[in-house]
């Protein structure tokens, strides 16, 4: 079955980099691009950005900050945050995205999410 | 900048029916999706493109759309439906992504 599993927690000291990866099995990798999600405590869904053919699209609050990567050879999505802070404290969460011209983009299944905690 | 919508909160006893909405000015453009996350889980996607219900999903699930909202509706609702569900759309050049704020759905 189409299965995306993410990497373990990480505690990080801020100011530092955190990167979380994202494996996908049970598909073509290439036939779809990865979404990234996060959810602080207690809050919605937060779009960060995607990456499908080696493009991506980065969510304004994050440029300059982000960076998407995938490794085609493992089928594996990479989601680098630099310069943490304590308001980065979250759940971060990749997905398969599909997207259609006239239907737009949706996402499906989502990875069981990276809890990346920062402090000083 | 391309917002959406939704309560807080929504409650309801067991086998009622609860409906959730989205309201935003570019949903009559684009398409909605909803996404379950049960406490401490990932989202899962329940309808896609306004209206669809994805394979495994209950039939109790439905989605509709009018004018700029879009709403939930969970006929019959199981104690195992409480959750939060979110609403997303993509703003009109179809490359950036909004989610709603998400609504708590209490089973009373």
């Known amino acids: 079955q189409v299965q995306l599993v993410q990497s373990g927690a990480e505690v990080k000291k801020t100011g530092a980099s955190v990167k979380v990866s994202c494996k996908a099995s049970?598909?073509?990798?290439?036939?779809?691009?990865i979404i990234w999600v996060r959810q602080a405590p207690g809050q919605g869904l937060e779009w960060m950005g995607w990456?499908?053919?080696?493009?991506?699209n980065y969510a304004q609050k994050f440029q300059g900050r982000v960076a998407m990567t995938t490794d085609t050879s493992t089928s594996t999505a990479y989601m680098e945050l630099r310069s943490l802070r304590s308001d980065d404290t979250a759940v971060y969460y990749c997905?398969?995205?599909?997207?259609?011209?006239?239907?737009?983009?949706?996402?499906?299944?989502w990875g069981q999410g990276t809890l990346v905690t920062v402090s000083s | 900048s391309f917002e959406l919508t939704q309560p807080p909160s929504v409650s309801v006893s067991p086998g009622q029916t609860a409906r959730i909405t989205c309201s935003g000015d570019?949903?009559?453009?684009?398409?909605a999706y909803w996404y379950q996350q049960r406490p401490g889980q990932a989202p899962v996607l329940v309808i896609y493109?306004?209206?669809e219900r994805p394979s495994g999903i209950p039939e109790r699930f439905s989605g509709s759309s009018s004018g700029t909202t879009v709403t939930l509706t969970i006929s019959g609702v199981q104690a195992e439906d409480e959750a939060d569900y979110h609403c997303?759309?993509?703003?009109?050049?179809?490359?950036?992504?909004?989610f709603g704020g998400g609504t708590k759905l209490t089973v009373l």
């Open positions: 570019a949903l009559p453009m684009q398409y």
């Open positions: 997303q759309a993509a703003d009109s050049s179809g490359t950036h992504v909004v």
């Open positions: 990456i499908s053919s080696g493009n991506t």
């Open positions: 049970g598909y073509t990798f290439t036939t779809s691009g």
């Open positions: 493109k306004d209206s």
């Open positions: 997905a398969r995205r599909f997207f259609a011209t006239e239907e737009g983009q949706w996402f499906d299944p």
